[in-house]
């Protein structure tokens, strides 16, 4: 169960930064934080920002699923057993085989990893060239971003967990998306609504 009083200032602003450098030096300089807790949060900062084959770089595994599943339902008319492949090793990835072994602590420290990097992926959503169309030439409005950006967290979670029928191992990615999607700007909130009914979900 997701709940968020159980994690004190210290923690909170962890999962505040964005900067992968600044969020392990927080992480280094915990101090009122249980051993299990520490260790939890570094375990799932090391799944997500250590590259096996190249440990001395740092990367960001779920920055790059969010960047990549939105092409999935880009292309949803073309792809039917890639959407069950990409989902099961999504799930894999997120380490959600079995989310029912975790204790609250750590299915709360999940969803606010996912969330950071959910707002890290929408921070980059007011770029210039975001939602750009007709092969960039078409510059995005405003508008046209909010939505580009409903749409991607919308089809990176709940469409493919839905279209896969991984909706009970993939509940806490989408509940995480789907709030800090919220949080970010109240008229995409509207344009998820919009997507879910569109859908029939």
Known sequence: ????????????????????????????????????????????YKRRHTDPKHP?????????????????????????????????????????????????????LI????????????????????ANGFFGLKKSTPEDKKLKAAEDIWSSSRWLAIRSGEVDRLEIWCLALRDELFQYDKTCEIYYGELEKKAGY
């Open 111 to 130: 969803y606010l990893e996912f969330r950071n990097a959910a707002k890290r992926y929408l921070s980059t959503c007011e770029s210039d060239g975001y």
């Open 1 to 44: 169960m997701i709940d968020t009083g159980l994690i004190d200032k210290e923690l909170m602003d962890y999962y505040r930064e964005l900067s992968p450098a600044e969020r392990k030096l927080r992480l280094e300089a915990f101090e009122n934080q249980d051993e299990k807790v520490t260790e939890f949060c570094r375990e799932l």
């Open 56 to 108: 001395e770089k740092t990367v960001d595994f779920l920055l790059w699923k969010l960047a990549y599943l939105p092409g999935l339902y880009a292309k949803k008319w073309l792809f039917g057993g890639q959407v069950k492949r990409e989902a099961a090793a999504t799930v894999e990835e997120l380490g959600l085989e079995n989310p029912d072994k975790y204790s609250d602590i750590e299915q709360t």
